[in-house]
Every structure is written in structure tokens, then in C-alpha cells.
């Protein structure tokens, strides 16, 4: 059951993912090193940070009982070995989430008892058979667990790491009776990470990010901004007349979402780049308009893959084939971009050493 917001939006106390004054964007490890080992499994936060990454974000989902998991979607076919088990059998369902009609096994059928039998599996097994190898060697981490690990972590490492944390299908799962807010809230405030660790707070839908700064969270609120469409929330509310994602990044747009509280908005790579007159890959003007409507941009996400690069940087035609990745990252590492998203954190590291020296 819904409480009462309380308190105003607080200015950011904490250490911020990105500092305003820093001459080159944070390298946040998307889903972990998730380009060498399965995503949101122990082994690949701790290798993104040991690869560089100042942060890593991991995917939030709700179980039955509230619990909040590391998936990268609600449906868990793709990224555990759910559908071998045969105990769970019963529990495939086909199901409508945010417009998109999908077939399996979902979080919220599981209580967490049940999930946590479950083992991490490679999602993109056809591109990346190397982190394939160590499919079902680690199991589904809960929140709790990856502010534990990145506490260590920080310790360990001798520097302060952050969490860029997404919250999906906010929309969703509050018509289940699981507000992913107060869920967030309450978790953060249990592992005592409501305030003083490096903390930015992501989703596809702005609801739940004027949700939490109303409720007085000491954080980045970053709005994530898909390459079309519209967002799940305002669809929820006005249908087909819902405004889309174009028109949040127009001048107008961004000016409206800083107003709202927000302090960052995080776009899809192909809002990041484009091909000049010399058929060269350079970056938009996305991060100036942003930066002078007082927000910061984030990008997502580098990849090295063929199957990820845009057609004049690829290099043969088997997908899974590194391109000419550095042609993409470069640009991006210069364009006036916060922080990067990347599944690979050392190559990042490498482009942001090379182009800016750091």
C-alpha cells in the first residue's frame, strides 16, 4: 500500500556518479563487466570494477514477495535456466508488459525463496560464447546483495564506486501492488545507502523519479531516453496522444525535465551519434542542449560487437566480430557526455585514456 510522499526534492549531497568539474565521463559497467561475464552476477560487478568502472547498474525487478532482484527484464527465460527446471513448469505464462506481449517466467511469479534457486545464464550466448562458459555458476543477486558488494568493493579498490540503479517497468509493477520506489527506499535505507555512497537512480519512465525526489532521496534522478517511442508511464495515462521521447530531447523538452527535478537524462547511443559531410561518425549536439538546460547526459551503451555498431564501423560480417569500436567510443568520450555505459569497462577505460588523457 501506497504512504504519503513526504519532505522536498534535497540537493545532492553525495558524491555524485559524475562530477560536474570532471574533464572526463565515469565509466559505469553496464550490468556489470556483462561483455565478459554473464550479466548481473557476482562475477561481473566485481570484474567491472576491477576492469575500471567508477559505478556499475544493475537491472531492478520485484519478486511476488518484494524483494527486489538484478534482472534485466521481468522475464527471466533468457538470462536463468528457469525453463530446464522442471518444478517451475507451471508457472510459463504469457503476459502484456509496457506494450510488448511475452512468453515465460516472470519475477513476480516467484517469490524470492523460489528465484534464488534459479542460476545466471549467458543472455547473448550466440555473441558472447566465452561468457557462455560460465553459465550456472552463479545465482540471482538481490539488491541487497550489490550494495553489499559494492561497499567491499570500494574498500577493496581503495576508491569510492557508485550504483547507477534502473528501475523498469515502474508502471507495471505498481498495477501489481509492488511499488518499486518504496521498495527502493526501503532497501537503500536497511543496507544504510540512503545517503553518503555515490548514487544515480534511472528509468524509462518519469514517474517514479518525481516519486522518489518528492520523497527526499539524496540522489541523481536520470531520465532514460529511448531511441523511439513513448514512454510506458504517460502511454498508461493518454494512449496513442501520449508525447513521445522525441519531444523530451527537443530544447523545450530538456528545459522541462530539469524543471521537473530531474538532473540528468541518459539517451540510446544512435541520439549520440551521427555521420558528418566526410562520412566520419561524430556526436550530436545532444550533451551542449542538455548541459545548458542544467542537466547532465549520460549515454548508452558501448559495444564492441559488429552486431552493435553502426554499418560504417563494422569490420566483416559475423556479428559477434569486434568492428572498429573505437571510431564509436571516441566521439561519444568527447562529446561533453557525463558518464558512458559500457559492457566492456576496460576498453571504455582505454578510449577515455587515449582521447583525454585520464
Known amino acids: 500500500m501506497r504512504t504519503e510522499a513526504s519532505g522536498t526534492p534535497a540537493s545532492i549531497a553525495r558524491p555524485r556518479i559524475a562530477p560536474p568539474d570532471a574533464t572526463s565521463p565515469a565509466i559505469i559497467g553496464h550490468r556489470g563487466a556483462s561483455g565478459y561475464r554473464p550479466e548481473h552476477t557476482t562475477a561481473a560487478y566485481e570484474l567491472a ?17 518484494g524483494v527486489l532482484v538484478l534482472r534485466h527484464d521481468a522475464e527471466i527465460s533468457t538470462t536463468t535456466d528457469v525453463a530446464s527446471r522442471p518444478e517451475f513448469a507451471a508457472l510459463r505464462t504469457t503476459k502484456e508488459i509496457d506494450g510488448a506481449v511475452l512468453d515465460g517466467w516472470f519475477t513476480e511469479d516467484f517469490t524470492w ?15 558472447r560464447p566465452l561468457s557462455a562458459t560460465f553459465d550456472s555458476l552463479h545465482g540471482i543477486l538481490r539488491l541487497r546483495d550489490l550494495l553489499g558488494l559494492v561497499s567491499a568493493a570500494s574498500e577493496r579498490h581503495g576508491r569510492e564506486l557508485g550504483i547507477v540503479a534502473e528501475l523498469k517497468h515502474a508502471t507495471y509493477f505498481e498495477s501489481l501492488g509492488l511499488p518499486l520506489d518504496e521498495l527502493f527506499l526501503a532497501e537503500l535505507a536497511a543496507a544504510d545507502w540512503d545517503r553518503g555512497a555515490p548514487l544515480a537512480v534511472e528509468s524509462f519512465e518519469q514517474d517514479v523519479l518525481l516519486s522518489l525526489a518528492a520523497r527526499g532521496l539524496d540522489a541523481d534522478l536520470v531520465y532514460l531516453v529511448e531511441a523511439h517511442g513513448a514512454p510506458a508511464d504517460r502511454v498508461a495515462r493518454s494512449g496513442s496522444l501520449a508525447r513521445s521521447y522525441d519531444d523530451d530531447v527537443t530544447d523545450a523538452g530538456l528545459v522541462e525535465l530539469a524543471a521537473s527535478g530531474l538532473t540528468g537524462v541518459s539517451v540510446d547511443l544512435s541520439r549520440m551519434l551521427r555521420t558528418n559531410r566526410e562520412g566520419a561518425l ?24 559488429n552486431e552493435f555498431l553502426p554499418p560504417s564501423a563494422r569490420l566483416g560480417a559475423a556479428p559477434g566480430t569486434p568492428g572498429d569500436w573505437r571510431r ?7 562529446s561533453g557526455v557525463a558518464a558512458v555505459f559500457a559492457d566492456h569497462p576496460d576498453l571504455a577505460a582505454s578510449v577515455r585514456e587515449a582521447a583525454l588523457g585520464e
Open 49 to 65: 570494477f576491477a576492469l575500471g568502472a567508477d559505478a556499475v547498474e544493475p537491472d531492478i525487478v520485484a519478486t511476488r514477495d
Open 328 to 334: 564509436v567510443f571516441e566521439p561519444v568520450m568527447r
Open 282 to 305: 561524430a556526436a550530436t549536439d545532444i550533451a551542449r542542449r542538455a548541459g545548458a538546460a542544467g542537466l547532465q547526459t549520460y549515454c548508452w551503451t558501448l559495444r564492441p560487437e
Open 113 to 127: 525463496r523460489q528465484l534464488a534457486t534459479l542460476r545466471c545464464v549467458e543472455r547473448l550466448d550466440a555473441l
